[in-house]
């Protein structure tokens, strides 16, 4: 699949600075989603989902509770979802996806940041249609071999399985993520060093090393931006 997702969850909460907006951004996420539907992730399966992720980004509980809470007393806070598609140097493919209460600022901020840094924004579907939007499980103390035969008993058929460094991640159907995270669950599996849903490029390539380093500093500006809450693009980085 071409990504390392253990290493690259490391890298964005491997800062002190990085795990405060990475908390703060799941803080928003959480908020919005506890308010449009119920602030329970038992009949609310967005917020258990959103919640699970957050585990793997061990997200404090406190903040979680502020999140669910602010949503409960009713803020008449609001935010949109809005995704943006562009082009970084060299062809490559960029989605950002943002929750913002002010869709200007937040507009103007990510056509800024991929203008200054070699890139343009372009329409909607100029780039989402080579992605697929793709689960995304990992998990330690298993080995591939395992993995496959637990989820064959289960009666699951996911996309792949890959053995990386000494975790093994499954790539699944996005609507399969509870059934194969619950049927790890049930084989003792207690937890995950990733569980999401992403948008994985059909094909990642590969830039030059002056290219690479101008397009590493636009997607790490992106995701500074206050109002960004994923990032997804289709160039190889090294780690």
Not at 48 to 64: C, S
Not at 106 to 122: C, H, I, M, Q, Y
Not at 206 to 230: R, T
Request: charged share 30%; glycine share 6%; aromatic share 8%.
């Amino acid at each position: 699949m071409g990504r390392k997702w253990n290493n690259i969850k490391e890298k964005k909460a491997s800062k002190d600075a990085n795990t405060s907006r990475i908390y703060a951004k799941f803080g928003r996420e959480i908020y919005v989603v506890a308010k449009q539907g119920e602030p329970d992730p038992e009949s609310n399966q967005a917020l258990k989902f959103v919640l699970e992720r957050a585990k793997t980004y061990n997200v404090p509980k406190a903040i979680i509770d502020r999140a669910i809470e602010k949503a409960k007393g009713g803020s008449e806070e609001n935010y949109d979802e809005l995704r943006y598609e562009g082009f970084g140097p060299n062809g490559s493919m960029v989605i950002v996806d943002a929750l913002t209460n002010n869709v200007n600022r937040t507009a103007s901020e990510v056509r800024s940041t991929f203008t200054k840094n070699g890139g343009n924004l372009g329409v909607s579907g100029s780039v989402s249609y080579m992605f697929d939007q793709t689960a995304v499980i990992g998990l330690v103390g298993k080995t591939a071999d395992e993995v496959l035969e637990l989820l064959m008993e289960a009666d699951l058929d996911v996309r792949d399985i890959i053995e990386e460094d000494e975790a093994v991640i499954v790539y699944a159907d996005p609507d399969q993520f509870h059934v194969v995270q619950q049927a790890f669950t049930n084989a003792g599996v207690s937890e995950f060093t990733v569980a999401e849903i992403t948008m994985l490029p059909q094909n990642y390539i590969e830039l030059a090393e002056d290219a690479q380093a101008q397009f590493e500093k636009m997607i790490d500006l992106l995701e500074d931006l206050e109002d960004v809450q994923q990032v997804y693009h289709n160039v190889e980085l090294e780690d």
